[in-house]
């Protein structure tokens, strides 16, 4: 059989472990699964969890994992990419690229990249973003909207403070306007559920600190949902100081225009700028899933993955 794309273009494989199935899926499985729709739809013919012992030499090798478990044992001397969920810090694993032949460590946006490349050099890292699958993700104009705004909370630092001094304020100030909202909490809902709430809804409230990608927020984009995001520019994990990163600048809408909606810094910016961008949602002058369309399908994505393994495999 000959290749379709580059030589070896049937063995992508895979270092993820497990891929749970009818079960609530991890943003990590999701990227691995939308991976692999992408190339479906190209048509590139792949093996998963292939026994390195089996890998030929020239076939390339892709390791999208949780854990520094992902490459053990891998001994082949076939260039491997790597990346997304294999370590949370370049400080947890300095020297991945002694240990390993490792050619390209792999972040979904430009933000994560320059903490990884800090370490690893500019030219060791790479932005690969996750497709979004807007076949399922798509909206459906005949379902009636229910309420107006869904308040998607993924708060993950300082839960107290930030729940009194942003989250309660912003209820407030949907109470008075007569906005009626629903609000759902990250990891305490399934799939159906955050899809049947997005086509009843008309626009969402994404609270969460900073996204490397955020599948949820470009999931209600791709169901033309527009969002106003808190993006408070910073990376705040608390493990920041023991890496000895303290200031990184960060964003939790890394992919997302003016079609998509807005975002506010702060509880002002939210109660200063919310009359403007409710209105424009009213009003319909927000286009989100036209943003997805032109930059995250699945197709896109595995496509951007054929051009970083051909830069590779030369």
Not at 187 to 215: D, K, P, T
């Amino acid at each position: 059989m000959g290749y379709k794309f580059f030589p070896g273009d049937r063995y992508i494989i895979s270092a993820l472990r497990k891929l749970i199935r009818g079960k609530k899926v991890s943003g990590i499985e999701k990227v691995f699964i939308n991976l692999c729709k992408g190339l479906d739809q190209l048509k590139v013919d792949y093996d998963i969890n292939l026994p390195f012992k089996k890998i030929r030499p020239n076939e390339p090798v892709v390791a999208l994992g949780v854990g520094k478990y992902a490459l053990q044992g891998y001994d082949q001397h076939n260039p491997v990419i790597v990346g997304i969920g294999l370590i949370t810090h370049p400080a947890e694993w300095p020297d991945l690229f002694k240990e390993y032949p490792v050619a390209i460590y792999l972040q979904h946006s430009e933000w994560a990249k320059k903490i990884y490349a800090a370490y690893y050099g500019e030219e060791h890292c790479g932005i690969w973003p996750a497709g979004i699958d807007t076949q399922r993700w798509t909206p459906s104009p005949a379902v009636t909207k229910k309420f107006d705004v869904l308040i998607y909370n993924k708060i993950m630092w300082n839960k107290e403070e930030n729940s009194v001094h942003l989250r309660q304020p912003i209820i407030e100030k949907l109470n008075n306007m007569g906005i009626s909202y629903h609000e759902i909490t990250y990891g305490q809902y399934n799939e159906n559920e955050y899809y049947n709430l997005l086509q009843q809804c008309r626009a969402m409230i994404f609270l969460c600190e900073h996204e490397s990608q955020g599948f949820a927020c470009c999931e209600a984009l791709s169901m033309n949902v527009p969002v106003f995001a808190w993006d408070q520019a910073y990376w705040l994990d608390p493990n920041r100081f023991k890496w000895n990163d303290p200031v990184v600048p960060a964003t939790s809408i890394p992919f997302f225009d003016e079609r998509c909606g807005m975002s506010f810094k702060d509880i002002k910016q939210f109660n200063h700028q919310f009359d403007t961008f409710w209105n424009n949602t009213i009003n319909e002058k927000y286009h989100p899933r036209q943003y997805v369309l032109e930059n995250l399908t699945l197709k896109k994505s595995a496509e951007r993955m054929l051009e970083i393994i051909r830069s590779v495999y030369k």
